[in-house]
């Protein structure tokens, strides 16, 4: 058992050095990364006040970074939480959709959980979603990089996959439904 506070991303992936190095492995993952806190609203009222998209969007990238560390670190079998305390689907979804495309569908699955947590008030993940940027509402990738041709930062992980990403690493359904994010 390992309990950190720590930068994920700086967890080593073996203990021991060259011959005698082993892969350090664990059953059960529970990711718990740094988030916008916006599903707090209810208990702090100020961030109403202060919301925009603006933090999700920056802290995507460093969500999906530590989620791909906690997949290395897992077993064959092992299960990965992954968790914010977020409403935004670009923290959410978007970042357990790349999670699941970056390792395929041979590697990965999305399980539901419902019946084993039966009495947990819950709601559908999100198959689509758009994304703030600069201003507007952008329902692709590629309506951002219209508008913004000119040095534009890389936002495509933010956005629902497109159906040849998902034929790409094995879930073929267009809409992320083989990706399964209904169980998000």
């Known amino acids: 058992l390992v309990v950190t506070n720590h930068d994920a991303r700086l967890i080593p992936e073996s203990l021991g050095e060259g011959d005698v190095a082993a892969p350090l492995l664990f059953d059960r ?27 999700g ?52 699955e999305l399980v539901d959980v419902s019946k084993d947590l039966p009495s947990l008030k819950r709601r559908a993940g999100l198959g689509s979603w758009q994304v703030w940027h600069r201003g507007q509402w952008h329902p692709t990738w590629a309506s951002v990089q219209e508008r ?11 956005f629902p996959p497109r159906p040849d990403e998902l034929a790409a690493a094995g879930f073929g359904d267009a809409n992320g439904g083989g990706l399964h994010l209904e169980r998000c």
């Not at 529970?30 to 933090?55: E, F, H, M, Q, Y």
């Not at 913004?148 to 933010?158: A, E, R, T, V």
């Open 29 to 55: 993952v529970s990711a718990d990364v740094p988030c916008s806190g916006d599903g707090t609203l209810r208990k702090n009222p100020l961030i109403w006040k202060r919301w925009n998209a603006a933090p």
């Open 148 to 158: 913004f041709s000119d040095k534009c930062p890389q936002l495509d992980s933010l």
């Open 57 to 108: 969007n920056m802290l995507h990238s460093l969500q999906l970074q530590i989620a791909c560390k906690a997949v290395r670190l897992l077993k064959v079998g092992g299960r990965l939480a992954y968790s914010t305390c977020s409403l935004n689907p670009v923290e959410n979804e978007a970042v357990v959709a790349r999670l699941l495309l970056t390792f395929g569908a041979g590697c990965l």
